[in-house]
């Protein structure tokens, strides 16, 4: 029998090695210094991106364009079933929820955990009628039965044990947030890791474990105001195995190890893809107009088929310049993103020049992002 790990064990742990904070602190570093998170509406697609993957990884199929569309317009897509997507608005809701209520700083409970729980899976959540008792995953109740890591796998603690371990658990997690250096970038992600592990290891509900864990997880490094870490759907086998392995080993680097593994993988990608968007010499791929109808006019061709497109010069960035200004004045509450559909480049690409053209004072939102519209105030 292998021996139960207790809280005090693992708070005396170490934390990630030595190579891997050096890591993710060049790449955060660099993140900053070009000004990635300062793009326009960043923190709202990077939310939608961890929302859109989080619940992708328990097997829903909504892309991160269909989530935007779902949540800042309403619309559902006749592709996906209803349950995957009131999956992601649940846990848009809780996202929203938690985001706001942990900036109080204030303890974190088991009652509070309960009421995380019931946003995640207000519109899956099912009744369930067990013999140690019925409870509602709808509220967010602890679960009153037993449960496995899938076909064959370990199980879980007995859920007559649940409550006590939650409480231990909250109170540790407290006594950690009040001790640590928020100027400790490494130390905070090693925290928010744990408390993932942790939570996921007592599995205190019958369903939304892994949204609700990766959750608390994002909110607690959005307290402390590091980067969210992602988990992509491309990520599902390393994760889940890391997971397993943790809990097998009773070593708790192997999940530590991975999830700083895969935020500096995602770093990564994005410092490269942001650099070639914005690089001067890259050659924009023309993509045909899908969202707006433009009349021929000059930096106009045709394709074969009939399909317009807009000539765009990364070089320079000009002729983009004008490109944007013209969508805008032809459709004044038109999104980056459906500017970078349109123009066939990309949406952080639209982004640099959205900023450049507000600091030369061509253009100026007016209203918040959802809602709001662009002004021009002066042509170039």
């Known amino acids: 029998m292998v021996k139960r790990r207790t809280s005090e064990a693992i708070f005396k742990r170490k934390g990630m090695t030595q190579e891997n904070k050096d890591r993710l602190l060049r790449l955060l570093q660099q993140h900053k210094a070009l000004g990635i998170s300062d793009q326009i509406d960043f923190d709202k697609f990077y939310l939608y991106s961890i929302i859109t993957h989080s619940t992708a990884i328990e097997g829903s199929t909504v892309t991160e364009v ?76 602890l679960r009153k039965l037993n449960v496995t890591a899938g076909m064959g796998g370990r199980s879980y603690m007995s859920y007559q044990e649940v409550p006590a371990r939650l409480a231990a658990f909250c109170e540790e997690l407290n006594k950690r947030r009040k001790a640590i250096d928020s100027a400790d970038v490494a130390a905070v992600y090693d925290l928010s890791f744990w408390a993932h ?64 593994r895969l935020h500096c993988q995602h770093l990564q990608h994005d410092i490269e893809q942001f650099i070639r968007s914005t690089s001067e010499e890259m050659t924009e791929q023309r993509e045909p107009l899908s969202l707006l109808e433009w009349p021929s006019r000059d930096g106009i061709r045709r394709r074969q088929g009939g399909q317009k497109t807009i000539e765009v010069d990364r070089k320079g960035g000009q002729k983009t310049r004008d490109a944007i200004l013209d969508v805008i004045n032809r459709n004044a509450k038109v999104t980056s993103t459906q500017m970078a559909a349109t123009l066939g480049i990309n949406r952080s690409a639209v982004s640099k020049h959205l900023k450049k053209l507000q600091a030369d004072g061509i253009i100026r939102r007016v209203g918040p992002d959802k809602g709001g519209h662009w002004e021009v105030i002066k042509e170039e």
């Open 66 to 141: 269909e989530a935007q569309l779902l949540f800042d317009e309403g619309i559902t897509s006749s592709k996906r079933t209803m349950l995957e997507q009131q999956m992601n608005l649940d846990l848009k809701v809780a996202y929203d929820y938690g985001r706001e209520w942990i900036r109080r700083h204030d303890p974190i409970t088991v009652d509070w955990l309960v009421l995380l729980a019931s946003k995640v899976m207000a519109r899956t959540g099912c009744e369930y009628h067990a013999l140690g008792g019925d409870f509602s995953a709808t509220k967010g109740e």
């Open 197 to 260: 592990f942790e939570l996921v290891a007592i599995h205190p509900w019958a369903d939304g474990n892994g949204r609700t864990c990766r959750l608390l997880m994002n909110l607690l490094q959005w307290e402390f105001d590091v980067l969210p870490t992602k988990v992509l759907k491309e990520d599902k086998a390393e994760y889940i195995q890391a997971l397993i392995d943790t809990r097998e080993s009773e070593d708790l680097n192997i999940f530590l190890d991975c999830m700083v």
